[in-house]
């Protein structure tokens, strides 16, 4: 593997071409319904809608095209003498689109192989990701391959699952170095000078990709005495996933199913607003807690800290907190659940 893998100016103009191929196909996709893999995929999974598949491929496009952020993530990791190839086994998850290209992308740039299980949800994103980015990259095209099922023949392993699955996982590969993550979702904490703006911005945190992804919002935390109508206001812009059939009929099953509990309800329209303890929310359902402190917001989120992806707020309640809107934009250098994927396969 040549060692200008990591940091050298090389690096940085190979992604910098990667992206604009993306930023291509993305434009395609817009005005043509082409690439054939975008189309695919939109027509194998009902929550890839033409415009999620847009807004992950534009990510990636935008983030790969920024030099000063490319260098900023690879130059906070010591560059090894030399490069020991290692089979890196990765589980990827199939939520929102393309969701499990960061890990496929730090196995290559670390100089391993990857052996890619892809998940039944997203089958066509990545593998056309990784045919424009070895067209750039001429020695990565053997440096990947996809599998149906597990394998045996590898070197550690990145998985990602539900918490069920996660278990599993552990107990499997327990004889491995490994990265073994399970579900996870995101709160918000929103202060009483919160301005409509910040309200709106939350709203996309809250339903990009119909609210499936780990950073996604499904918990609210609410000053006490908050006006509620501010926030159905902010979110009544994304009203058209009412138009979306599965996330309609998720709506119409919650609010049957618990209008016949004693849990405070409030209905938007489009989704629930549900009083309720807990982090995780089934689709299309928010939950919301009032706090009086600061103490008592920082207090709910170390008590669920091990469920929270991130955290949104205007205000730095707590360190890592990311500003409204900004959720499913993550830096290049910030990983799922805290764990820097990169450091782990630079020591493989």
């Given at each position: 593997?040549?060692?200008?893998?990591?940091?050298?100016?090389?690096?940085?103009?190979?992604?910098?071409?990667?992206?604009?191929?993306?930023g291509i196909g993305a434009h395609k996709f817009e005005t043509e319904n082409l690439p054939k893999a975008f189309l695919d995929a939109q027509q194998h999974n009902k929550?890839?809608?033409?415009?999620?598949?847009?807004?992950?491929?534009?990510?990636?496009?935008?983030?790969?095209?920024?030099k000063a952020e490319v260098?900023?993530?690879l130059g906070k990791y010591a560059e090894p003498d030399s490069y020991s190839e290692k089979k890196i086994l990765l589980i990827l998850a199939g939520n929102i689109p393309a969701v499990g290209f960061h890990d496929v992308l730090c196995t290559l740039l670390s100089g391993h192989r990857a052996e890619i299980k892809l998940s039944s949800d997203d089958r066509f994103l990545i593998p056309w990701l990784l045919e424009k980015l070895s067209d750039i990259i001429p020695q990565w095209k053997n440096r990947y391959q996809f599998h149906?099922?597990?394998?045996?023949?590898?070197?550690?392993?990145?998985?990602t699952g539900s918490n069920q699955s996660a278990k599993t996982f552990e107990s499997y590969f327990s004889n491995k170095p490994r990265i073994i993550r399970h579900n996870r979702s995101s709160i918000a904490v929103i202060h009483s000078d919160d301005s409509n703006e910040n309200l709106q911005q939350l709203a996309n945190d809250v339903f990009l990709y119909f609210g499936l992804g780990c950073r996604?919002?499904?918990?609210?935390?609410?000053?006490?005495?908050?006006?509620?109508?501010?926030?159905?206001?902010?979110?009544?812009?994304?009203?058209?996933?009412g138009q979306h059939n599965a996330f309609a009929n998720n709506h119409d099953y919650y609010n049957g199913y618990f209008s016949l509990t004693n849990e405070e309800l409030l209905d938007g329209g489009f989704y629930l607003l549900r009083k309720h303890a807990g982090i995780h929310a089934p689709l299309s359902v928010i939950n919301f807690q009032e706090y009086?402190?600061?103490?008592?917001?920082?207090?709910?989120?170390?008590?669920?800290?091990?469920?929270?992806?991130?955290?949104?707020?205007?205000?730095?309640?707590?360190?890592?907190?990311?500003?409204p809107g900004q959720a499913q934009f993550p830096a290049?250098?910030?990983?799922?659940?805290g764990v820097d994927t990169m450091k782990f396969l630079l020591q493989q």
């Open positions: 593997m040549e060692p200008d893998t990591m940091k050298s100016d090389r690096i940085s103009n190979y992604l910098r071409n990667f992206a604009n191929e993306i929550w890839f809608t033409k415009n999620n598949i847009l807004t992950a491929m534009n990510y990636w496009a935008d983030k790969l095209a920024n260098e900023l993530w149906d099922g597990l394998i045996k023949d590898f070197d550690a392993v990145i998985a996604n919002v499904t918990t609210i935390l609410l000053p006490v005495n908050f006006d509620k109508q501010r926030l159905f206001d902010a979110f009544l812009p994304w009203s058209h996933l009086s402190s600061d103490e008592q917001a920082i207090a709910f989120i170390t008590a669920n800290s091990n469920d929270i992806q991130c955290i949104v707020s205007s205000k730095n309640i707590v360190e890592g907190t990311v500003m290049l250098g910030e990983y799922a659940d």
